[in-house]
């Protein structure tokens, strides 16, 4: 270690271990101690669990909720719904089983004391949309973050995880996790029996629209730095849908949500001469993806697709007219408290532009993609699926148990269960966290083994980036220009310029092409190889290192899974230039990938795709 062979080291074992403290990771704290009231659950959280993850500033609404209780809708409604949205692509078996257990979750969280609106006629929750209703979530992540924390043995807070440990016996199975104090740099060792990953999706893998001060403003959450799929492809884990990214149509600039506007207050989108467009672009839709043009609703994909023809066509700029759907006090209030409650930047965008949403309308546009697996996207780990449903080959072992034994899964780390937010994400963490209390019940003295080696290694690999800046610091030129090293700044804008200028970010209008994928290949290999050179001033520094190393590592994934299906499924998400149609004759299946981190090799294949509900 030279310089840092001092670094205090702390040695943690647990019988499970819950790496991620946003929701996915707050249901399987909860639901593993519920089961295993004798296990020693640990969860390790980059931040701190009171206000981290996706929902760490709030949210208006609560976007997965059945209301079987008033017989509103039915699971298998639920997975219909989904399954329209992904143009036919989806893991049936998870998202109904999310979906057969979401209202019991959503009924814990009012338990718990998150004020759910009433329906004041009815007095059934307030309907946002057919499967949202309306909260005062202000407080939405502290309410749930302190069911885990009295659910959890240990809570570890500013530990940045960086890497799974595997059996030094079984190499398939998953031992545990290392990583660092982000705040005093003590070095952590997580030796576990099971391992539920629970980390977050990828923003700033693309290049942002917001830029200079305000790159730090995305949709989705700035610090979500792809460690969900970081982590576990590198331990061997079997990974579907890594192209499948979302773009999303927001408030433009701020990021505001339009879900409150469209569904609860009805106000319409038109282009700048006031028309509304999508209707008279059904048979282009139909030209490039058949009959899933004619779903209903229209897919999420093809309503980006709709503006991104107008934008292209002159005729924006795309308006949502506020102004004609503000017609009482009370829906006023409602449309401010939806940003208020999760996205306070688009008020003050519209302060700082002198918009009045009540007297004039306010401008739409489409974001950069992100990578994720718990929003309306399939990105995520190929994981075992429930036994009373899922078919055989999506079976071979514990519910929500990725491919290598032993680490499951939950939220953005799952693939295939699109649409579940953060109330299937607490779920989707609550299914994983009981059968992780199974797989470990089961164990009877057969526990994973640590190697000391292989520890030894990666804590020099994680502090290497220190000694790097510590070396090479005398050689700055131009202020923060060293020739021996790279900041992690430098190397996430590159990244940022690569993924956008070759893997269909904003610039080409999502556009790629097998020729851009491959010389985008060329680039990102290079980049990682200097990842190697990458220096760190400070521990702060340090984390954003090994977020940008996640970052990287899962930006390969989303390129070579894009590369490898050769057609264009998701039209307003991503086109293939070659390849500009859907072609369900060909690739109404998967794209699956897994990384053997020994030979640096990356083997591509298809997984089938089973529909199992009418």
Known sequence: MGLFSSRKTHVVDTDILVIGGGFGGCGAAYESRYWGRKLKVTLVEKANIE?????????????????????????????????????????EDLIYDIARHVDGTVHLFEEWGLPIMRN?????????GKWQVMIHGESYKPIIAEAARKSASEVHNRIMVTHLLLDATHPNRVAGAVGFNVRDGSFYVFRAKAVIAAAGGASHIFKPRSVGEGMGRTWYAPWSSASAYGLVLRAGAQMIQMENRIVLARFK??????????????????????ERFEASMLDDMKSLVGKYAETTPLPTCLR????LQELKAGRGPIY??????????????????????????????????????????????????YV?????????????GPADCAPADYQWGHNRMTTVEGLFGAGDTIGGSAHKFSSGSFTEGRIAGKAAVRYVMALVGNAPQVDDTQIRMLQEEIFKPLANHAIGKHEIVAGSVAPSYISPLHGLQRLEKIMDEYVGGISTQYMTSEPMLKRGLELLTMLREDLDHIGAEGLHQLQRTWELKHRVWTSEAVLRHTLYRQETRWPGYYYRGDFPKLDDAAWHAFTASRYDAKSGEWQMSKLPVHHIIA
């Open 320 to 369: 949502m007219q506020t102004q004609n759907a503000i017609d009482t006090r009370e829906k006023e209030e409602i449309g401010w408290e939806d940003f208020l409650d999760m996205t306070v930047g688009q008020a003050v965008v519209w302060a700082s532009q002198n918009i009045d949403p009540k007297e004039k309308p306010s401008e739409l546009i489409t974001s950069e993609p």
């Open 372 to 384: 994720m697996g718990s929003h309306a996207t399939c990105s995520g780990a190929w994981a075992s």
């Open 120 to 128: 004041p006629e009815t007095g059934h929750y307030l309907r946002e």
């Open 253 to 274: 600039d701020g990021y505001g949500p339009v879900g409150a506007w469209f569904l609860l207050l009805k106000a319409l989108a038109t282009n700048a001469y006031g």
């Open 304 to 307: 980006n697709h709709a503006v």
């Open 51 to 91: 206000r981290s993850g996706a929902v760490a500033h709030g949210l208006s609404a609560i976007n997965c909720y059945m209301g079987m209780r008033w017989d509103e809708n039915q699971p298998e409604d639920f997975v219909r719904y989904a399954r329209g949205d992904l143009m036919g692509l989806v893991r």
